[in-house]
């Protein structure tokens, strides 16, 4: 397979129990993604989108979390409800505006808390 037009990384993070950040495994992101890679080949997007499943993001607190690139956003909150579209905004290279999180920075300003 060639390089792809677009990734999707999604937290598959797993915390323990009782951890006060949680994880977004513990919120079913690992059937996230399975659920967007099948909807992926449904909707003809595999060969252009690669979804992947990541370690922690850093977004935790609007976990289930995934980063988009080359467009460098992050999608929070995302529900099984929103794979379809998110399949479809990426094979197309749109972007689903109403579940970004977070969008490209400055990250020269701060570093991020370990
Ligand atoms: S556990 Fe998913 S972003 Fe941190």
Redesign the pocket.
Known sequence: MPHRDRYLFV?????EEGHP?????Q?G?EAIIKVLKESLLRVGGARAVRACS???????E????IVVEPEHIVYGKVTMDDVEEIAIAAKEGKIVDRLVVARKTDSSKKEPEV
């Open positions: 937290c598959t993070n797993r915390r950040k949680g994880s977004c495994a919120k992101s990541s370690s922690c993001l850093d977004m935790c609007t976990g289930i979390s």
